[in-house]
């Protein structure tokens, strides 16, 4: 059972069923927010459910079925949020997932499929919720990017790409939004502790016959070791939280081990340099 009081603000959230997405929705609830975790597949949602319970939060909490994949959901869902709550005062465009592997053997469906979700399937989220909005000059929209939105690794280039798009998208939508009084902020994250990294791994095979079989071969230990030594994803989850409660927040949060550090090297170092060092790190013999 949820229950709305008046003046408890609204967070909409994509992909609540595990990861940032279960724990933000939980830390909302408990920062006092109303949240409804969207997720394609609502079986799922008894795992959120039953730590909200525990939190004793679970009032707070409604969960929806959205896959941002699908526009029938979208324009079944946002509507039945407004219609219900009132309002949604933040979306929270969080549904991602990470495809690898080299250029030339990713098979374009891939690609395609990669930026159905992470670009394509935020857009259309962001695009149902802003005339809303707009029309109430208030609200915040937070899209979940990552360090490989500013900075890329071979091996990575579908998950790089979409993330840099969604940088490029959050930036202009800032700046159309501002006047608005709807902010859009960019979450940056390292590498932190989700499901995320063991899905992308089913990506990379290594193929005795692939030109590229060294290099992921050596690109799979370091996914694997990130993997084990990632960071807590509750540091992330309360950045959400934090930036959720201010009234003028920046448009770029980057957060985690080196986050801050490998950006500013981009714009310091040559970028002759920096692939010399990421490419001595990936295949130390060429
Ligand atoms: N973990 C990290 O180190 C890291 C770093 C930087 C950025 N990020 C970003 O953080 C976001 C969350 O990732 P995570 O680490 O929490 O990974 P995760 O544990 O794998 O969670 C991803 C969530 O997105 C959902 N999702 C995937 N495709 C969807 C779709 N078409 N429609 C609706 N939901 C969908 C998944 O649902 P299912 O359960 O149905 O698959 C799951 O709930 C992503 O945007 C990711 O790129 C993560």
Known sequence: MTFHTPNQPVVFITGASGGFGLLTSLACAEAGYLVVASMRDLSKSENLMEQARKKGVEASIACIRLDVTNQEDIDSAVPEVINRFDAIDVLINNAGYAAGGFTEE??????????ETNLFGLIAVTKAVLPHMRKRQDGTIINLSSISGR????????YAASKFAVEGFSEALRLEMLPHGVHVVLVEPGSYQTDIWSKGMSDFNVDLESPYSEETETLMKMVS???????????????????????????????????KTMTRLKTLLPWRWLEHMILKKINPRK
Not at 151 to 158: D, V
Not at 234 to 257: A, D, S
């Open 151 to 158: 900075m890329a690794l071979p091996g990575l280039g579908p």
């Open 225 to 259: 070791h990130i993997a084990k030594t990632a960071d807590d994803p509750e540091e992330v989850t309360r950045l959400i939280v934090k930036v959720t409660q201010e009234n003028n927040p920046n448009l770029r949060y980057p957060v985690g081990k080196n986050v």
């Open 106 to 115: 990713v098979p374009l469906e891939a690609w395609r499929e990669q930026f």
